[in-house]
Protein backbone atom coordinates (compact mmCIF):
# COMPACT_ATOMS: atom_id res chain seq x y z
CA UNK A 1 0.00 0.00 0.00
CA UNK A 2 2.32 2.94 -1.36
CA UNK A 3 0.72 6.19 -0.42
CA UNK A 4 1.12 9.68 -1.32
CA UNK A 5 1.04 12.30 0.63
CA UNK A 6 0.16 16.22 -0.40
CA UNK A 7 1.07 15.84 -4.03
CA UNK A 8 4.45 14.16 -3.18
CA UNK A 9 5.90 11.30 -5.13
CA UNK A 10 4.59 7.34 -3.53
CA UNK A 11 5.93 6.39 -0.36
CA UNK A 12 6.00 2.92 0.94
CA UNK A 13 4.13 2.56 4.45
CA UNK A 14 7.11 0.74 6.79
CA UNK A 15 6.09 -0.91 9.98
CA UNK A 16 8.32 -0.67 12.96
CA UNK A 17 7.69 -2.80 15.89
CA UNK A 18 9.34 -1.57 19.07
CA UNK A 19 10.79 -4.36 20.24
CA UNK A 20 11.03 -5.45 23.93
CA UNK A 21 9.58 -2.45 26.04
CA UNK A 22 12.38 -2.61 28.56
CA UNK A 23 15.38 -2.57 26.08
CA UNK A 24 16.36 0.38 23.98
CA UNK A 25 14.09 -0.73 20.91
CA UNK A 26 11.02 2.29 21.57
CA UNK A 27 13.65 4.75 21.71
CA UNK A 28 15.33 3.61 18.68
CA UNK A 29 12.23 3.22 16.78
CA UNK A 30 10.76 6.87 18.25
CA UNK A 31 14.20 8.45 17.03
CA UNK A 32 14.06 6.84 13.40
CA UNK A 33 10.55 7.64 12.88
CA UNK A 34 10.84 11.36 13.27
CA UNK A 35 14.23 12.11 10.96
CA UNK A 36 13.28 13.82 8.33
CA UNK A 37 15.74 11.29 5.99
CA UNK A 38 12.70 8.44 6.82
CA UNK A 39 9.92 10.55 6.37
CA UNK A 40 11.46 11.68 3.08
CA UNK A 41 11.29 8.03 1.63
CA UNK A 42 8.60 6.59 3.81
CA UNK A 43 5.80 6.86 5.93
CA UNK A 44 6.56 5.15 8.85
CA UNK A 45 3.99 3.96 11.33
CA UNK A 46 5.33 2.16 15.25
CA UNK A 47 3.45 -0.93 16.32
CA UNK A 48 3.61 -0.77 20.20
CA UNK A 49 2.32 0.51 23.49
CA UNK A 50 1.50 4.50 23.61
CA UNK A 51 1.50 4.58 27.16
CA UNK A 52 4.87 3.46 27.48
CA UNK A 53 6.20 4.91 24.36
CA UNK A 54 5.40 8.21 26.01
CA UNK A 55 6.84 7.70 28.89
CA UNK A 56 9.99 6.55 27.07
CA UNK A 57 10.05 9.65 24.79
CA UNK A 58 9.56 11.64 28.45
CA UNK A 59 13.15 10.20 29.92
CA UNK A 60 15.64 10.32 26.87
CA UNK A 61 14.37 13.41 25.85
CA UNK A 62 11.73 12.99 22.51
CA UNK A 63 8.98 14.23 21.10
CA UNK A 64 6.11 11.80 21.55
CA UNK A 65 5.31 10.12 18.69
CA UNK A 66 2.03 11.68 16.66
CA UNK A 67 -0.76 9.52 17.21
CA UNK A 68 -1.73 8.95 13.62
CA UNK A 69 1.31 7.00 12.91
CA UNK A 70 0.99 4.55 15.82
CA UNK A 71 -0.75 1.33 15.83
CA UNK A 72 -1.36 -0.08 19.30
CA UNK A 73 -0.63 -3.28 20.22
CA UNK A 74 0.47 -5.27 23.35
CA UNK A 75 -1.44 -4.91 27.61
CA UNK A 76 1.17 -3.09 29.63
CA UNK A 77 1.02 -1.20 32.86
CA UNK A 78 2.82 1.22 31.73
CA UNK A 79 3.93 2.19 35.64
CA UNK A 80 5.03 -1.47 36.21
CA UNK A 81 7.47 -1.49 32.70
CA UNK A 82 11.02 -0.80 34.29
CA UNK A 83 14.12 -0.22 31.85
CA UNK A 84 16.45 -3.14 31.57
CA UNK A 85 13.68 -5.10 33.38
CA UNK A 86 11.82 -7.04 30.62
CA UNK A 87 9.22 -9.69 32.19
CA UNK A 88 6.71 -11.95 31.31
CA UNK A 89 4.48 -9.52 29.92
CA UNK A 90 6.93 -7.39 27.77
CA UNK A 91 7.44 -10.08 26.54
CA UNK A 92 3.95 -10.74 25.24
CA UNK A 93 3.35 -6.93 24.64
CA UNK A 94 6.62 -7.15 22.07
CA UNK A 95 5.22 -10.44 20.29
CA UNK A 96 1.58 -8.82 20.15
CA UNK A 97 3.09 -6.12 18.12
CA UNK A 98 5.04 -8.09 15.87
CA UNK A 99 1.72 -10.66 14.92
CA UNK A 100 -0.25 -7.46 14.46
CA UNK A 101 2.44 -5.86 12.11
CA UNK A 102 2.30 -9.40 10.19
CA UNK A 103 -1.01 -9.68 9.93
CA UNK A 104 -1.44 -5.86 8.33
CA UNK A 105 1.76 -6.76 5.88
CA UNK A 106 -0.18 -9.62 4.39
CA UNK A 107 -3.70 -7.96 4.19
CA UNK A 108 -1.48 -5.02 2.55
CA UNK A 109 -2.25 -2.19 5.04
CA UNK A 110 1.92 -1.73 5.06
CA UNK A 111 4.79 -2.51 2.90
CA UNK A 112 7.29 -3.65 4.84
CA UNK A 113 8.43 -4.22 8.20
CA UNK A 114 11.00 -3.49 10.20
CA UNK A 115 11.38 -5.30 13.95
CA UNK A 116 13.17 -3.81 16.78
CA UNK A 117 14.87 -5.96 18.99
CA UNK A 118 13.18 -8.54 21.46
CA UNK A 119 14.33 -10.29 24.48
CA UNK A 120 13.99 -14.07 23.65
CA UNK A 121 13.86 -15.22 27.17
CA UNK A 122 10.49 -12.62 27.63
CA UNK A 123 8.82 -14.70 25.10
CA UNK A 124 9.77 -17.92 26.75
CA UNK A 125 8.06 -16.47 30.30
CA UNK A 126 5.13 -15.13 28.39
CA UNK A 127 4.69 -18.55 27.05
CA UNK A 128 5.70 -18.03 23.54
CA UNK A 129 7.06 -20.75 21.45
CA UNK A 130 8.92 -19.58 18.26
CA UNK A 131 12.44 -18.62 19.05
CA UNK A 132 12.77 -15.69 17.41
CA UNK A 133 11.57 -13.66 14.82
CA UNK A 134 12.47 -15.20 11.96
CA UNK A 135 10.24 -18.52 12.89
CA UNK A 136 7.31 -16.34 13.53
CA UNK A 137 7.54 -14.60 10.23
CA UNK A 138 8.14 -18.07 8.20
CA UNK A 139 5.25 -19.55 10.16
CA UNK A 140 2.62 -16.77 9.95
CA UNK A 141 3.64 -16.51 6.35
CA UNK A 142 3.34 -20.31 5.93
CA UNK A 143 6.66 -20.83 3.86
CA UNK A 144 9.34 -23.52 4.85
CA UNK A 145 11.88 -22.27 2.13
CA UNK A 146 13.24 -19.10 3.95
CA UNK A 147 16.66 -17.80 5.47
CA UNK A 148 18.33 -15.16 7.83
CA UNK A 149 20.70 -12.80 5.98
CA UNK A 150 22.67 -10.32 7.84
CA UNK A 151 24.54 -7.71 5.51
CA UNK A 152 26.05 -4.67 5.46
CA UNK A 153 28.58 -2.98 3.03
CA UNK A 154 31.31 -4.97 4.25
CA UNK A 155 29.99 -8.10 4.79
CA UNK A 156 26.75 -10.21 3.71
CA UNK A 157 25.78 -13.71 5.36
CA UNK A 158 23.49 -15.97 4.79
CA UNK A 159 22.66 -18.92 7.97
CA UNK A 160 21.59 -22.17 6.53
CA UNK A 161 20.83 -23.17 10.45
CA UNK A 162 19.55 -20.21 12.75
CA UNK A 163 18.23 -20.69 16.80
CA UNK A 164 19.91 -23.97 16.87
CA UNK A 165 22.40 -25.33 19.73
CA UNK A 166 25.99 -26.15 18.46
CA UNK A 167 25.28 -29.80 19.36
CA UNK A 168 22.49 -30.03 16.71
CA UNK A 169 23.66 -28.20 13.75
CA UNK A 170 25.03 -31.35 12.36
CA UNK A 171 21.65 -33.17 12.68
CA UNK A 172 19.65 -30.46 11.43
CA UNK A 173 22.06 -29.78 7.92
CA UNK A 174 20.82 -31.42 4.17
CA UNK A 175 21.94 -31.04 1.29
CA UNK A 176 18.10 -29.53 0.34
CA UNK A 177 18.83 -26.96 2.92
CA UNK A 178 22.49 -25.69 1.93
CA UNK A 179 21.08 -25.60 -1.74
CA UNK A 180 18.10 -23.71 -0.56
CA UNK A 181 20.17 -21.19 1.14
CA UNK A 182 23.02 -20.63 -1.72
CA UNK A 183 19.92 -20.40 -4.02
CA UNK A 184 18.10 -17.58 -1.52
CA UNK A 185 21.65 -15.96 -0.96
CA UNK A 186 22.03 -15.84 -4.52
CA UNK A 187 19.01 -14.40 -5.39
CA UNK A 188 19.15 -11.57 -3.14
CA UNK A 189 22.89 -10.83 -3.45
CA UNK A 190 21.95 -10.29 -7.90
CA UNK A 191 18.76 -8.39 -6.87
CA UNK A 192 20.54 -5.69 -4.71
CA UNK A 193 23.96 -5.89 -6.92
CA UNK A 194 22.46 -6.14 -10.93
CA UNK A 195 24.76 -8.89 -11.23
CA UNK A 196 25.37 -12.45 -10.51
CA UNK A 197 26.20 -12.91 -6.90
CA UNK A 198 29.61 -14.54 -6.25
CA UNK A 199 28.72 -17.08 -2.97
CA UNK A 200 30.95 -19.05 -0.64
CA UNK A 201 29.99 -21.67 1.37
CA UNK A 202 31.55 -22.16 5.09
CA UNK A 203 32.14 -25.49 6.04
CA UNK A 204 31.15 -27.17 8.87
CA UNK A 205 34.26 -28.26 10.70
CA UNK A 206 37.75 -26.71 11.05
CA UNK A 207 39.63 -27.00 8.40
CA UNK A 208 36.69 -27.66 6.25
CA UNK A 209 36.67 -31.09 7.59
CA UNK A 210 40.31 -31.48 5.94
CA UNK A 211 39.22 -35.00 3.79
CA UNK A 212 37.32 -36.55 6.74
CA UNK A 213 40.10 -36.13 9.43
CA UNK A 214 38.75 -33.39 11.31
CA UNK A 215 34.86 -34.16 10.74
CA UNK A 216 32.39 -37.18 10.36
CA UNK A 217 31.80 -36.30 6.61
CA UNK A 218 29.74 -33.66 6.40
CA UNK A 219 31.70 -31.18 3.76
CA UNK A 220 31.55 -34.93 1.31
CA UNK A 221 28.29 -35.71 1.44
CA UNK A 222 26.46 -32.56 2.34
CA UNK A 223 27.74 -29.60 1.24
CA UNK A 224 29.75 -30.42 -1.67
CA UNK A 225 26.68 -31.95 -3.16
CA UNK A 226 24.73 -28.76 -2.87
CA UNK A 227 27.37 -26.84 -4.04
CA UNK A 228 27.80 -29.20 -7.38
CA UNK A 229 23.86 -28.52 -7.52
CA UNK A 230 24.05 -24.68 -7.18
CA UNK A 231 27.01 -24.96 -9.91
CA UNK A 232 24.31 -26.67 -12.88
CA UNK A 233 21.78 -24.24 -12.40
CA UNK A 234 24.70 -21.35 -12.76
CA UNK A 235 25.25 -20.09 -9.43
CA UNK A 236 29.08 -19.02 -9.01
CA UNK A 237 29.93 -20.83 -5.94
CA UNK A 238 32.96 -21.93 -4.19
CA UNK A 239 33.35 -23.93 -1.16
CA UNK A 240 33.20 -25.66 1.05
CA UNK A 241 35.78 -23.28 2.24
CA UNK A 242 38.13 -23.43 5.63
CA UNK A 243 35.93 -21.10 8.58
CA UNK A 244 38.87 -20.10 10.19
CA UNK A 245 40.69 -17.86 6.64
CA UNK A 246 36.81 -17.77 4.86
CA UNK A 247 36.65 -14.46 6.29
CA UNK A 248 40.02 -13.00 5.65
CA UNK A 249 40.16 -9.45 3.31
CA UNK A 250 41.47 -11.52 0.34
CA UNK A 251 38.69 -13.56 0.20
CA UNK A 252 35.99 -11.13 1.23
CA UNK A 253 37.16 -9.16 -2.19
CA UNK A 254 35.74 -12.07 -4.18
CA UNK A 255 32.91 -12.73 -2.03
CA UNK A 256 29.45 -11.24 -2.40
CA UNK A 257 27.69 -13.43 0.42
CA UNK A 258 28.57 -15.97 2.60
CA UNK A 259 26.39 -18.74 3.45
CA UNK A 260 27.01 -20.19 7.04
CA UNK A 261 26.37 -23.11 8.87
CA UNK A 262 25.39 -22.13 11.87
CA UNK A 263 24.31 -18.75 13.76
CA UNK A 264 28.06 -17.64 15.07
CA UNK A 265 29.55 -18.54 12.65
CA UNK A 266 28.44 -15.96 10.12
CA UNK A 267 27.78 -13.54 13.01
CA UNK A 268 30.74 -13.71 14.53
CA UNK A 269 32.41 -12.03 11.56
CA UNK A 270 29.44 -9.37 10.40
CA UNK A 271 29.21 -8.46 13.76
CA UNK A 272 32.87 -7.69 14.36
CA UNK A 273 33.08 -5.93 10.64
CA UNK A 274 29.36 -3.89 10.45
CA UNK A 275 28.24 -3.55 14.24
CA UNK A 276 26.20 -0.60 13.84
CA UNK A 277 24.92 -0.85 10.58
CA UNK A 278 24.29 -4.21 9.73
CA UNK A 279 20.60 -5.48 8.87
CA UNK A 280 19.31 -8.44 9.20
CA UNK A 281 16.66 -9.34 6.19
CA UNK A 282 14.65 -12.57 6.15
CA UNK A 283 14.17 -14.47 2.70
CA UNK A 284 11.63 -16.48 1.19
CA UNK A 285 8.80 -14.40 2.57
CA UNK A 286 6.24 -13.26 0.45
CA UNK A 287 6.83 -9.52 2.70
CA UNK A 288 9.19 -7.51 3.28
CA UNK A 289 11.00 -7.98 6.53
CA UNK A 290 14.27 -6.14 7.69
CA UNK A 291 15.69 -5.60 11.42
CA UNK A 292 18.04 -4.51 13.57
CA UNK A 293 21.14 -6.86 13.92
CA UNK A 294 21.60 -5.76 18.05
CA UNK A 295 19.83 -7.24 20.76
CA UNK A 296 17.90 -5.28 23.70
CA UNK A 297 20.81 -3.55 25.40
CA UNK A 298 19.34 -3.56 28.58
CA UNK A 299 22.04 -1.74 30.52
CA UNK A 300 21.44 1.53 28.74
CA UNK A 301 17.63 1.44 28.24
CA UNK A 302 15.57 4.60 28.41
CA UNK A 303 19.47 6.85 28.40
CA UNK A 304 19.43 7.94 25.32
CA UNK A 305 22.89 6.42 24.38
CA UNK A 306 22.11 3.74 22.19
CA UNK A 307 22.94 4.14 18.49
CA UNK A 308 20.30 4.00 15.95
CA UNK A 309 22.28 3.55 12.86
CA UNK A 310 21.36 -0.39 12.71
CA UNK A 311 17.77 0.59 12.69
CA UNK A 312 18.13 3.66 10.44
CA UNK A 313 19.94 1.07 8.17
CA UNK A 314 17.04 -1.33 8.55
CA UNK A 315 14.23 0.73 7.22
CA UNK A 316 16.35 2.27 4.47
CA UNK A 317 16.13 -1.51 3.43
CA UNK A 318 12.79 -2.21 3.45
CA UNK A 319 11.99 0.99 2.00
CA UNK A 320 14.35 -0.25 -0.84
CA UNK A 321 12.46 -3.32 -1.08
CA UNK A 322 9.82 -2.60 -0.73
CA UNK A 323 10.23 -0.31 -4.09
CA UNK A 324 11.45 -3.22 -5.95
Not at 8 to 19: C, S
Not at 143 to 149: D, G, I, L, T
Not at 202 to 230: D, T, Y
Not at 257 to 263: G, I, L, R
Amino acid sequence: MVVAVDGEQLKPVIGITVGDASGIGPELAMKCAALPEVNNRCRPVLYGNVSVMNRIAAAVQLDPPDAAAIVETGVLDVHSVQPGKFTAETGRASFQAVEAAISDSLENKIDGIVTGPIQKEAWRLGGITYPGHTELFADRCQVSEYCMMLTSEQISCVLATIHVAIAEVPGQLSTEMIFRAIGLAAQAMEKRLGRPARVAVCGLNPHAGEGGRFSHGEEEHLLVPAIIQARQMGIEVTGPLPPDTAFTPAVRLHTDVYVCMYHDQGLIPLKTLAFDDAVNVTLGLPIVRTSVDHGTALDIAWTGQASHQSMLAAIHMAVDLANG
